[in-house]
């Protein structure tokens, strides 16, 4: 069964994140490896999900992952960061035919208990599911569309200007905005935003 934690975790790599998504139910969102180093609206967005709800950095435990997790504290601050560590394993992962050039496992080779054992060493919260907001409260799809957000003509439009306003990467597409409202508003919130 996966854990639900409460804060939201960032690892290098979409192989990170489906190994990470296996064990643990979270918000999860990629740096593209160096690629966030370069990407000021996806830096502004963990910016504003760690004053939010605060981030859990789970980088690979080789030079690269230490370089990016040095340059994220360094954009981001200690506010609000926890640094989760996973240990030093020799091997290759899976879908590699050889080890990486330090020969160490990344995230991706990691077992469920090991993510797990990492997470709660770095004093991540976990809660039972879906208990940090009360139901009832979370945007959903519906919404979005009966906002004229999704489905319609100038949908795409709206949620660029949305995105705009948010200081969000325009490049988000109407469910990685609906992930991201709801990590940074509640229902009531978030409509009382648009009548701004």
């Known amino acids: 069964m996966k854990r639900h934690v409460l804060e939201v975790i960032v690892v290098e790599g979409c192989y990170d994140k489906n190994a990470v998504s296996r064990v643990?139910?979270?918000a999860i969102i990629e740096t593209s490896g160096f690629g966030i180093?370069?990407?000021?609206?996806k830096v502004t967005l963990l910016?504003?999900?760690a004053e939010k709800c605060g981030?859990?950095?789970?980088m690979?435990?080789?030079r690269a992952g230490f370089f990016i997790r040095g340059r994220l504290k360094g954009m981001l601050g200690d506010s609000n960061i926890k640094h989760a560590y996973i240990p030093d394993i020799e091997g290759r992962e899976r879908r590699k035919k050889a080890p990486s050039k330090e020969g160490k496992l990344g995230v991706e080779g990691m077992t469920g208990d090991a993510i797990i054992k990492s997470l709660e060493q770095a004093g991540a919260t976990?809660?039972?599911a879906n208990n940090d907001k009360p139901a009832g409260e979370r945007i959903t799809k519906s919404d979005l569309f009966s906002l004229g957000l999704s489905g319609g003509e100038e949908s795409a439009k709206k949620r660029q200007d949305i995105l705009k306003r948010l200081e969000l990467p325009a490049?988000?597409?109407a469910n990685g905005m609906l992930d991201v409202i709801n990590l940074l508003f509640t229902k009531e919130e978030f409509?009382?935003?648009?009548d701004k």
Request: proline share 0%; hydrophobic share 45%; charged share 30%.
């Open 24 to 26: 643990v139910d979270a």
């Open 37 to 41: 180093l370069n990407n000021t609206e």
């Open 47 to 49: 910016q504003k999900l």
């Open 55 to 58: 981030l859990i950095l789970l």
């Open 60 to 62: 690979d435990s080789d």
């Open 126 to 128: 976990f809660t039972e």
């Open 171 to 173: 490049r988000l597409s």
């Open 191 to 194: 409509y009382r935003f648009l």
